[in-house]
């Protein structure tokens, strides 16, 4: 399974990108009764909110 994700900017993208591919992995067996051999997350886009416009 291949699987791409946008995270926030400062969070700790390996710490998040492990619990989703353990989360992802345990809900997908448990919803088919089929077993995951592999789970790939990839962090496509880190979201950077813009500064200025959050002051306003």
């Known amino acids: 399974m291949y699987i791409e994700v946008s995270v926030n900017f400062g969070t700790n993208i390996v710490e998040t990108l492990n619990r ?3 989360d992802a992995k345990r809900e ?9 051999a592999s789970v790939e997350i990839v962090a496509k886009h880190i979201n950077i909110q813009d500064t200025d416009a959050t002051k306003k």
């Open 20 to 22: 989703l591919k353990k």
């Open 28 to 36: 997908i067996e448990n919803l088919t009764a089929m077993y995951v």
